[in-house]
């Protein structure tokens, strides 16, 4: 089946500027995940979503950063006054169950590549 | 916090030799799951491999296979019969059965293979 797909493939913006990166995690996946990969580094984690409950948002880095999960399926990484340090690949994941089942694959989408100018 | 380190930034092989990639944890838990993923220049995150800390065997998947030292907080990828196909980099991470929900990543290892 489909696996984890994001878009833009890439986006480049202006310092200042608001922008929305998009995830469709596989379906029936109820754990979604975001983590930015800063250029030659590794995964740093963002924010986590499971089914209906509070999102786990202790890897955001600042105010300026959020997200949503509409409908349980589809989710917005939204960035504000984007700044130069923002430029990173953002990739988003998701899993079958989640907590539950700490020991589950996250399949991973093909991520985002933000350059904020 | 768990960290989690990889101490070599980049390695090469020749085509069908092994090579073996290091990563070393930081945790005062007990029971938590250690995985490797690949990712190719395409930035597709794909997991390798995977171990539950509790399980004393060491896990294998066809020509990968890791060195598990829970003592010793080391979690080692084996690559035999390296393939062309194998060049990517590889990050290893740490993910605790008792708190926090996210996959803690050591800073990657870049792997060439040559032919």
């Known amino acids: 089946g489909a696996g984890v797909s994001q878009s833009p493939s890439n986006k480049v913006t202006e310092k200042g500027k608001d922008v929305e990166l998009r995830c469709d995690p596989i379906?029936?996946?109820?754990?979604l995940y975001w983590y930015r990969q800063s250029l030659g580094q590794g995964l740093e984690f963002l924010i986590y979503?499971?089914?209906?409950?509070?999102?786990?948002k202790s890897g955001l880095p600042s105010d300026r950063f959020s997200a949503e999960r509409t409908g349980g399926s589809v989710s917005t990484l939204t960035i504000q006054r984007t700044q130069q340090e923002d430029s990173a690949v953002y990739l988003c994941?998701?899993?079958?169950?989640?907590?539950?089942?700490?020991?589950?694959?996250?399949?991973f989408g093909p991520g985002t590549r933000l350059l904020v100018l | 916090a768990q960290t989690v380190t990889q101490s070599q930034p980049e390695m090469s092989v020749q085509e069908a030799e092994t090579v073996t990639l290091s990563c070393t944890y930081d945790?005062?838990?007990?029971?938590?799951?250690l995985f490797w993923y690949k990712q190719p220049p395409s930035r597709q995150m794909i997991l390798v491999i995977r171990?539950?800390?509790?399980?004393?065997q060491n896990a294998t998947e066809n020509r990968f296979s890791v060195n598990f030292q829970k003592a010793a907080k080391s979690f080692s990828l084996k690559i035999s019969d390296s393939q062309l196909g194998d060049t990517a980099m590889y990050f290893c991470?740490?993910?605790?059965?008792?708190?926090?929900?996210?996959?803690?990543f050591g800073g990657g290892t870049r792997l060439m293979v040559k032919p």
């Open positions: 994941a998701s899993s079958p169950s989640g907590a539950g089942h700490r020991g589950e694959t996250q399949y």
């Open positions: 379906s029936g996946h109820t754990a």
């Open positions: 979503f499971q089914g209906n409950s509070a999102p786990d």
């Open positions: 945790t005062s838990e007990n029971n938590y799951y």
């Open positions: 171990q539950e800390a509790y399980k004393q």
């Open positions: 991470a740490f993910r605790s059965n008792n708190a926090g929900n996210m996959l803690t």
